[in-house]
């Protein structure tokens, strides 16, 4: 007798908690992200000029043509896979973490044109810990400035400014480094921007 006084509102709980939990409150916050926050609430998805999806400023893609600039390097999957995210867990004491670093410095500044003495900044050698960073460091891009703008034939300065205006500062002015997110970067190119 006592059980089933003590079982009835454990169920009426149960199902009350789990219709508040479960049901309420998400579509309560999803109502408010999508009122207060579309853009971001969707994906911060980025579309072309016929409205297909060609990425989100919150992931990382593969880019390997001269014309664009090029992400850090990935350690999802393949690279840039986003259903692997995660890093390679080698430490910075490891023989083949430090071989495969000084492998893509030099491929970097190969790729540059750049001398073989030239720093490299790290976040061009290296994953992030996630694997799908979408964003390269203010130094990176500039130092990828000539290659892109030689490749679409146009004069580095204008690629430089373009660069210089999308790149984002710190926050507050001193959280972070300046950093500029590739794909934005990219797209604004296609589009003409740095004409």
């Known amino acids: 007798m006592q059980l089933r006084a003590q079982l009835r509102p454990a169920i009426v709980l149960l199902v009350v908690f789990t219709v ?6 998400p ?10 926050f579309p853009r971001q609430a969707e994906g911060s998805l980025l579309r072309d000029s016929q409205g ?4 989100s400023t919150l992931l990382g893609q593969q880019f390997t043509d001269p014309r664009y600039f090029h992400p850090r390097p990935s350690a999802a999957g393949n ?5 692997q995210s995660g890093a390679s867990n080698l430490g910075p004491t490891n023989q083949q973490f430090i071989s495969t670093v000084q492998e893509r410095a030099n ?3 190969q790729e540059n044109g750049l001398a073989p003495d030239t720093p490299v900044p790290v976040d061009a050698v290296t994953a992030s810990g996630s694997g799908l960073d979408p964003d390269i460091s203010l130094a990176n891009a500039l130092l990828q400035v000539h290659r892109v703008a030689t490749a679409r034939g146009l004069p580095d300065d204008a690629v430089k400014s373009l660069v210089e205006r999308l790149a984002r500062r710190p926050w507050f002015g001193i959280l972070g ?3 500029v997110n590739v794909l934005e970067l990219n797209r604004a190119l296609d589009q003409g921007m740095a004409q």
């Open 20 to 25: 508040l939990t479960g049901v309420v409150y």
């Open 177 to 179: 480094e300046p950093r």
């Open 27 to 36: 579509l309560f916050v999803t109502g408010i992200a999508q009122t207060l």
């Open 107 to 109: 491929a970097y500044r």
């Open 52 to 55: 297909r999806v060609i990425g």
């Open 79 to 83: 690279g840039y896979d986003p259903t």
